[in-house]
């Protein structure tokens, strides 16, 4: 079975100070990681997708990075309005919609 | 392009009560997503659509049906809501052979 675990839950930063947060997973033969940010009230928007162990994409002050066990989602120099719940997800196994399995999240707070 | 909508933003249901949830997309994909988000368990896959008259069931199915009622729209019906389908839904569509889906902003149901 598919296994999505995001750690830390929840993540309290000041403006300024720099963090990772991170996604393991479960997964034999990895067809992609994607990182999705969501806003309070709203749906997640997608962020990356990696596809193999080394590959990193750069946004803005976030920047994805995968192993073959993991993923971290570096945060440089965080401002207030990083403030969001990060979502890592991998393909399904089953289905034939190209589902994804979804972690809990990590809801960062970013304090001025 | 308005991407992916969903109606109505906020409803409340006694139990046993039905109620249909509409989602559309303008940006003629072909697979449809409905999620269920609650508290420390992430987005879990409620039913999918690979494309126009065919659906399946997710993780999570169990209270539910769906139609695909053409390529933009896909609905999720409740058919005798229980406080256990308190829950934020959110519809999602994928274009072509990707796995990045986009999502609507989400229907606050509270079944009371």
């Known amino acids: 079975e598919d296994q999505v675990t995001q750690s830390p839950e929840a993540l309290r930063l000041q403006e300024g100070e720099s963090s990772s947060l991170n996604c393991s997973y479960t997964?034999?033969?990895?067809?992609?990681l994607f990182w999705y940010r969501q806003d309070p009230g709203k749906g997640p928007e997608f962020l990356f997708t990696?596809?193999?162990a080394g590959e990193e994409k750069e946004k803005e002050r976030l920047k994805a990075t995968l192993t073959k066990k993991e993923s971290f989602l570096h945060i440089t120099a965080p401002k207030p309005e990083d403030s969001a719940t990060y979502l890592c997800?991998?393909?399904?196994?089953?289905?034939?919609?190209?589902?994804?399995?979804f972690g809990s999240g990590t809801q960062l707070t970013v304090l001025p | 392009n308005a991407g992916v909508t969903q109606t109505p933003k906020f409803q409340v249901l006694k139990t046993g009560q039905s109620m249909t949830l509409q989602c559309a997309q303008d940006?003629?994909?072909?697979?449809m997503y409905w999620y269920r988000q609650d508290p420390g368990m992430g987005l879990r896959l409620i039913y999918y659509?690979?494309?126009?008259?065919?659906?399946d069931k997710g993780e999570v199915p169990n209270g539910y049906n769906v139609s695909r009622l053409n390529k933009r729209e896909f609905s999720l019906r409740l058919e005798s809501a229980a406080p256990s389908q308190t829950s934020v839904y959110f519809c999602?569509?994928?274009?072509?052979?990707?796995?990045?889906?986009?999502f609507g902003p989400g229907t606050r149901l509270t079944v009371t």
């Open positions: 999602a569509s994928r274009v072509g052979s990707s796995y990045e889906q986009y």
């Open positions: 997964v034999s033969g990895l067809r992609g």
């Open positions: 990696l596809y193999s």
């Open positions: 997800a991998v393909p399904a196994l089953a289905g034939s919609a190209r589902q994804l399995t």
């Open positions: 940006m003629n994909h072909n697979s």
């Open positions: 659509s690979a494309s126009e008259g065919t659906t």
